[in-house]
């Protein structure tokens, strides 16, 4: 029988088997005068069984989870990993292997890793796929270069992770969201395959104190940190606004990625401590950790990169903590080990409740930071109103009494004049798509109706200061980036000595809800969609129409809240048209 030296591979304290069943699990092949064992996967491999779990989360991911992943970036991933592990075992350790780690790696990245730009239901979308490669061909070549005692030091698919998202940023890369679907039979499905699932495995590796410790501590943590500081808050793509204090408690706590993270991630038995009371500090240090890292976030890519990064950490401190604690793992030692056994215990203690002090001033330093707010494409972060007060549709009623005292107008230009009376086109009844309503549970039609009637309004008032010239009442309908969109417009009819009069007619219009131009993972945006025709009117000096064109009219614009001068209205703050629907 040949035999080989095996690689240090990831999850090799398998159950020994009798002698004649691994030698039925070896065979040999001979290859250019070389004798090359063959290794055969085995179904009592823990390997498989964490698999079977993670490609369950895939399937389920990829039908009714909507992740936001192509097949063609899973099979990358897997691919990678595989031929990565395959030739280092081909060509440095004499051995054909069925290579479980690299699959588990490949495995691990696909179900975290994201880019910008991929959308469920694109199932072989290869966009961003050299990332994916590169991630893990980084978390391959991490395994097998940064080792301490023949055992390599980080675990490979989150060290490739965090690498990725903090050089790359959110720009080319995303971790997938902490929240997936809403609260349903699939989500329900969802958790037990990642508790009950990580629960079995983890007590088949003696693993089970490492993941509640970790759960528990970070529970803990992250009540302690929000009680001290409950202004602290934190935004994200699937939520209309800000998370903060019991709230955000509640979304990490059971946020299905943490429960991933926790029960699949954090529990590696090449990267952790070998005894039990070693693994439960290690999984509360992760805990820690975690909450420590994630205070001076705001943004959910950011608090996702920090919880990742807490592995990272203790990882790279694993041996220096074994052997603080191995005292401690060997207990039964005579009386002469027990001064050293409390003095390691004092330490450990003291480390603990450290960086628990810590906890608190660490997201003390997040009230600090910008205030949470949805990005716009050109990169300013305005805060973007989605609850707008109750009260009468201001222009209508500016109309109905100042309708009693003037004449009606003679067409429908409106006529320049000290004080304005806006006739607005009809507007039919806004429709309000599943997925605004399942972004923002607080939207009615009312409010839906509102925004349409704002927007229309805006229109008009942009329409009578591009005929009149008027950069100044301009600014009653539109702030910010929309402002100087319509401020152009005037400008090239200045210089071009034309004047214009724009009217709408509208057949549609609906909510949208789009992603924001640079990340992903920051809050949607909301806009209102219209559908219809707009007539453009070139006046004489006398105000003669002396043509006229009409034109297919589709535009999103995005509102801002109280700034519609004398009408204090909302107003256009943004034109959404060019975004990518969610």
């Not at 080792?147 to 995303?174: C, D, K, M």
């Not at 699939?186 to 395959?193: E, F, K, P, R």
């Not at 005292?327 to 056994?341: D, I, N, S």
């Not at 409740?353 to 972060?381: F, I, N």
Request: glycine share 8%.
């Amino acid at each position: 029988m040949l035999t080989a030296r095996l690689p240090s591979s990831w999850w090799l304290s398998v159950p020994a088997r009798p002698a004649r069943r691994r030698a039925s699990m070896r065979r040999g092949i001979r290859i250019l005068g070389h004798d090359y064992p063959v290794l055969l996967p085995s179904l009592r491999d823990p390997r498989l069984h964490v698999a079977v779990a993670l490609l369950t989360l895939q399937v389920l991911g990829q039908t009714v989870l909507d992740f936001r992943l192509s097949v063609a970036q899973i099979l990358a991933c897997l691919a990678a990993g595989a031929l990565i592990e395959f030739a280092v075992g081909f060509f440095k350790d004499r051995v054909i292997m069925w290579p479980a780690s690299g699959l588990l790696t490949g495995n691990s990245t696909a179900i975290i890793l994201r880019v910008p730009g991929t959308f469920h239901g694109q199932w072989w979308s290869t966009h961003g796929i050299w990332i994916f490669i590169g991630v893990v061909a980084v978390s391959m070549a991490s395994k097998y270069l940064i080792r301490w005692r023949g055992r390599h030091i980080f675990n490979p698919s989150n060290l490739g992770l965090v690498l990725a998202f903090i050089t790359l940023g959110p720009q080319y890369t995303e971790p997938q969201d902490l929240w997936w679907i809403p609260l349903g039979p699939w989500i329900y499905v969802t958790y037990a395959v990642l508790i009950v699932g990580g629960l079995l495995i983890g007590f088949e590796l003696k693993l089970l104190g490492l993941e509640l410790g970790y759960m528990a501590a970070f529970a803990a943590s992250a009540a302690v940190a929000l009680t001290a500081v409950p202004d602290h808050c934190m935004v994200a793509s699937w939520h209309a606004t800000a998370m903060c204090g019991r709230e955000l408690w509640q979304i990490l706590v059971t946020s299905p990625e943490v429960l991933l993270f926790a029960f699949f991630m954090v529990p590696d038995p090449r990267t952790v401590p070998d005894g039990q009371v070693g693994r439960l500090v290690f999984g509360v240090l992760v805990g820690v950790l975690s909450v420590l890292l994630l205070g001076p976030t705001t943004l959910e890519f950011w608090t996702k990169t920090a919880i990742l990064a807490s592995l990272l950490y203790v990882c790279a401190g694993r041996f220096a903590l074994a052997r603080l604690l191995a005292p401690l793992e060997k207990a039964g030692r005579p009386r002469a080990g027990v001064p050293r056994l409390a003095w390691a215990a004092a330490g450990v203690v003291g480390i603990i409740v450290l960086l628990m002090a810590a906890v608190p001033v660490s997201a003390q330093l997040s009230t600090h930071a910008p205030a949470p707010a949805p990005e716009l494409p050109d990169g300013r972060t305005p805060q973007l109103a989605l609850t707008v007060g109750a009260g009468p549709a201001v222009a209508t009623w500016l109309f109905s009494n100042a309708g009693s005292a003037l004449p009606p107008p003679t067409n429908s230009i409106p006529v320049s004049a000290s004080t304005h009376v806006w006739v607005l086109p009809p507007i039919p009844s806004v429709t309000i798509p599943s997925n605004v309503m399942a972004f923002d549970s607080s939207m009615t039609q009312e409010q839906a109706d509102r925004w349409a009637h704002d927007v229309v309004l805006d229109l008009m008032i942009e329409s009578e200061a591009r005929r009149a010239h008027d950069l100044k009442l301009a600014e009653d309908g539109a702030s910010g980036d929309g402002l100087t969109e319509f401020s152009d417009v005037i400008g090239q009819d200045i210089s071009a000595g034309r004047q214009i009069q724009k009217t709408y007619s509208f057949d549609s219009v609906q909510l949208t809800l789009f992603l924001p131009k640079f990340s992903t993972q920051a809050p949607r945006l909301i806009g209102v969609t219209l559908h219809g025709t707009t007539t453009l009117i070139t006046l004489d000096a006398s105000g003669n129409a002396l043509t006229q064109q009409t034109l297919p009219y589709a535009k999103s614009w995005g509102l801002s809240s109280g700034n519609g001068g004398t009408l204090n209205h909302d107003v256009i703050i943004n034109n959404f048209t060019d975004l990518t629907p969610a």
